[in-house]
């Protein structure tokens, strides 16, 4: 609920649920990295209750500076444990029912970006005989809504590249759109900058967002209220 002008702060939010009697908001960070997604959401009023990450130094960081509050078994984290194609999400479903969390409200991550990202795409192909097109990572967002599918959250959302929209003449933001509505989802996309929200940087990104449709709740994303003048040349 705007307060005049401005709007509620994360802490604002905590302390009038807790004045409701309502939990807290609660969330999953998938492909967490080293937490930049997760301090922002727990700034935005949510508490984390479960984390995967595979590369170790990101995860080393995670752990120390988010991952204390977390039960253990809900930290995927590591290349010994955070290979999210190998995390039984069905288990954490159990787990978080037995830590009485009925159910998770928003499930967020960015799947790995670099073979969807124009800049990446040469050096891949450099790389790797099977290229930018074939990357083992194209696919990972499967894994994200199979934990969506499992823990069935109230809301979820996928940050990443505005590449996503045009992968070798393919438009693989539309396939996962088309693949969380059959798992029960409405689901919005929409490229916003960073610019826009007062952040002093013209960083476009691709946001997927969906709702659960038994809440009868229509997705929306934010327009942002900065104007910049962006220089000639400025593509995107």
């Given amino acids: 609920v705007p307060a005049g002008d401005g709007e509620l702060t994360g802490t604002e939010l905590m302390d009038i649920r807790a004045e409701l009697g309502m939990p807290r908001?609660?969330?999953i960070d998938l492909f967490a990295g080293a937490g930049g997604l997760s301090l922002g959401l727990e700034h935005a009023g949510f508490e984390c209750v479960g984390a995967v990450e595979q590369n170790d130094q990101a995860a080393e960081?995670?752990?120390i500076n988010l991952g204390s509050s977390i039960p253990g078994?809900?930290?995927?984290?590591?290349?010994?444990?955070?290979?999210i194609r190998k995390v039984n999400?069905?288990?954490?479903?159990?787990?978080?029912?037995?830590?009485?969390?009925?159910?998770?409200?928003?499930?967020?991550?960015?799947?790995?970006?670099?073979?969807?990202?124009?800049?990446?795409?040469?050096?891949?192909?450099?790389?790797?005989?099977?290229?930018?097109?074939?990357?083992?990572?194209?696919?990972l967002w499967k894994h994200f809504l199979r934990a969506v599918s499992a823990l069935s959250p109230k809301a979820f959302l996928i940050e990443n590249v505005p590449g996503?929209?045009?992968?070798?003449?393919?438009?693989?933001?539309?396939?996962?759109?088309?693949?969380?509505?059959?798992?029960?989802?409405?689901?919005?996309?929409?490229?916003?900058?960073?610019?826009?929200?007062?952040?002093?940087?013209?960083?476009?990104?691709?946001?997927i967002l969906g709702l659960r449709k038994n809440l009868g709740v229509q997705p929306t994303l934010p327009m942002g209220k900065c104007e910049l003048d962006l220089s000639p040349g400025y593509m995107g």
């Avoid at 078994?73 to 290979?83: C, I, K, T, V």
């Fill in 73 to 83: 078994e809900l930290l995927a984290l590591g290349s010994a444990n955070g290979d």
């Fill in 164 to 207: 996503m929209l045009r992968h070798a003449g393919h438009n693989v933001a539309e396939d996962i759109c088309v693949a969380a509505e059959k798992i029960g989802y409405v689901v919005k996309c929409a490229v916003l900058n960073a610019a826009a929200f007062g952040v002093p940087q013209t960083r476009e990104r691709l946001f």
């Fill in 89 to 139: 999400f069905e288990q954490w479903s159990k787990r978080l029912r037995e830590l009485c969390v009925a159910e998770v409200d928003l499930i967020a991550g960015g799947p790995p970006c670099q073979a969807f990202s124009r800049v990446g795409r040469g050096k891949l192909n450099d790389l790797d005989e099977r290229g930018f097109v074939n990357d083992r990572r194209n696919l």
């Fill in 25 to 27: 908001l609660t969330f």
């Fill in 61 to 63: 960081t995670y752990l």
